[in-house]
T-cell receptor
Framework: NAGVTQTPKFRILKIGQSMTLQCTQD?????MYWYRQDPGMGLKLIYYSVGAGITDKGEVPNGYNVSRSTTEDFPLRLELAAPSQTSVYFC??????????FGPGTRLTVL | DQQVKQNSPSLSVQEGRISILNCDYTNSMFDYFLWYKKYPAEGPTFLIS?????DKNEDGRFTVFLNKSAKHLSLHIVPSQPGDSAVYFCAASVSQGGSEKLVFGKGTKLTVNP
């Protein structure tokens, strides 16, 4: 039981490049979330999903897209990377117990 | 507008003493509160939670207190251990239309000195 896994762990992008951050959970959780954490700040919600095929915007969705074709996977897409997207990205999932379980994070730098 | 505030960026205590981490919130619709612990280069891990119908929840060395009238919660760690050194995030749950979204504070870095 791996919990929530994220790939890659680290990535450096050039301005304007695109990439997909992968997130997979093996707990059969319906809810999944993407957060970003900037230095000295709390986690801010980017997008979330309440089940396969259903996604919705969080607090800071601009510049990102998501999809949820399966219960297990919730990839986050950056289309045109900007320096403001330099951050640590965390994926989380939640079952029925109101507790979110987080992955180890992806550290992204946009230069 | 910061709905969940952790006004102390850092806290340093001696091993064996009590650590008290504080959190204030502004949204009276919050009905569930959680504390997460985060070590460097790792994701946050759930520590303890409390529902708005309670004023105290205890789990081993960790106790969370909720004062709804003051919109304030605190996490007590007794006794503190060096392994407790981490960043602690307070989070509050907003239930909207069946989805559960958390609002996080900025975190308090706890250092427990041997």
């Amino acid at each position: 039981n791996a919990g929530v896994t994220q790939t890659p762990k680290f990535r450096i992008l050039k301005i304007g490049q695109s990439m997909t951050l992968q997130c997979t959970q093996d707990m059969n959780h319906n809810y999944m979330y993407w957060y970003r954490q900037d230095p000295g700040m709390g986690l801010k919600l980017i997008y979330y999903s309440v089940g396969a095929g259903i996604t919705d915007k969080g607090e800071v969705p601009n510049g990102y897209n998501v999809s949820r074709s399966t219960t297990e996977d919730f990839p986050l897409r950056l289309e045109l990377a900007a320096p403001s997207q330099t951050s640590v990205y965390f994926c989380a999932s939640m079952g029925s117990a109101d507790t979110q379980y987080f992955g180890p994070g992806t550290r992204l730098t946009v230069l | 507008d910061q709905q969940v505030k952790q006004n102390s960026p850092s806290l340093s205590v001696q091993e064996g003493r009590i650590s008290i981490l504080n959190c204030d919130y502004t949204n009276s619709m919050f009905d569930y509160f959680l504390w997460y612990k985060k070590y460097p280069a790792e994701g946050p891990t759930f520590l303890i939670s409390i529902s708005s119908i309670k004023d105290k929840n205890e789990d081993g060395r960790f106790t969370v207190f909720l004062n709804k009238s003051a919109k304030h919660l605190s996490l007590h760690i007794v006794p503190s251990q060096p392994g407790d050194s981490a960043v602690y995030f307070c989070a509050a749950s907003v239930s909207q239309g069946g989805s559960e979204k958390l609002v996080f504070g900025k975190g308090t870095k706890l250092t427990v000195n041997p």
